[in-house]
């Protein structure tokens, strides 16, 4: 694609972008409702990277939805999960309205059963980001009765975070929720649009979403309603990792080749850990690891690799035969899992 293809008005992001570096001391920042925080805007500066080929395209065209979230909705938020496309998001939120702040809290869903680096790293960036952290738990929704613990040694909490999502939407009366799901990810993602419309229950209904030509987006929606919004649904998992080498994003320590204990069940090794405790008959192993996505522990599978750097992830997601998520258990439920749940109010 050449620069003729870029959305009306994104083609001059990175002159704006190099504008925007400048500082500003005297400004004020504001938050999400237009409050002003008191607080002095600080110019967002990373190490200046050219972007290569379709990636700026790419990049351009998220950055052109996340602005149209900010144009368009008065309580929007970016889900947060610690993960490397939701990182990617909060990177590509912070270009696009540089030299302010993100106009949006991060809401980050907790299940409980989170990988303690995960969380290390996330209150690393928010600390970096300056931006304001909205966390809402599923253990909350479990002793408010509002869900159920599932009948297990180790029950994976992955479904029972759309009920607390879906409390927190109603709460902060959340209308656009910007996550980082992406359409190589799973079929029932592949239906997904830019601007994903969700009814009053916050249920998906794949046949009953606004057509997106030439670039509009129709936020227009009823009191009760809200939208998802996936501005990176057009990426790969390889666009993704290339991204990141291109833009130097750090992540968390997951990523990346380490030795960890894993048992395997049923064909995906699960990390030992405060959630996971080996059952009868299984053996720990002390093995070397990565992770392709992360997420509840008790159902994020890991892969053995001696990938330790980005050049060498790149490399092997670029041969590799096995999807994304094909280590995560709870997508192994059913062959509908991931749509079943979605139809529910799941990310």
């Not at 293809?5 to 925007?20: F, K």
């Not at 998520?325 to 979605?342: L, V």
């Amino acid at each position: 694609m050449d620069d003729m293809t870029l959305p009306p008005g994104v083609e001059t992001a990175e002159a704006q972008e190099a504008a925007g570096l400048r500082s500003r001391a005297g400004d004020e920042a504001q938050e999400a409702d237009g409050t002003l925080t008191g607080d002095p805007v600080r110019a967002q500066v990373w190490p200046p990277t050219p972007l290569t080929g379709h990636l700026r395209q790419l990049e351009a065209e998220a950055i052109y939805v996340l602005r149209e979230v900010a144009a368009q909705f008065e309580r929007p938020c970016l889900l947060f999960s610690g993960g490397k496309d939701s990182i990617v998001c909060a990177h590509l939120a912070r270009k696009a309205f540089t030299p302010g702040r993100i106009p949006f809290p991060l809401l980050h869903v907790d299940t409980g059963h989170n990988f303690p680096e995960t969380l290390a790293f996330r209150d690393e960036l928010i600390e970096e980001l300056g931006v304001r952290l909205v966390v809402r738990s599923v253990q909350d929704s479990i002793d408010a009765g509002r869900v159920k613990e599932e009948p297990d040694g180790d029950p994976s909490r992955n479904r029972l975070q759309t009920v607390t999502l879906l409390d927190a939407v109603a709460e902060l009366r959340i209308d656009a929720a910007v996550g980082g799901a992406r359409r190589d990810e799973e079929k029932a993602r592949a239906k997904e649009r830019f601007f994903s419309h969700r009814d009053g229950f916050g249920q998906w209904d794949p046949k009953n979403q606004r057509p997106e030509l030439w670039n509009l987006f129709n936020g227009r929606k009823l009191n009760n309603e809200h939208f998802r919004v996936f501005p990176i649904s057009n990426w790969t998992e390889l666009d993704i990792w290339q991204y990141i080498a291109e833009q130097r994003i750090d992540l968390p320590s997951l990523y990346f080749a380490h030795e960890r204990e894993v048992v395997n069940r049923d064909g995906i090794l699960l990390a030992v850990g405060t959630y996971v405790k080996p059952r009868p008959g299984e053996t720990v192993r002390r093995e070397r690891v990565r992770f392709r996505t992360i997420g509840d522990m008790t159902c994020t599978g890991a892969f053995r690799s001696s990938a330790s750097d980005l050049t060498e992830i790149i490399e092997e997601i670029a041969t590799a035969r096995i999807t994304e998520r094909g280590d995560r258990a709870d997508d192994r439920r059913s062959e509908a899992a991931m749509e079943d749940r979605k139809r529910l109010g799941y990310f």
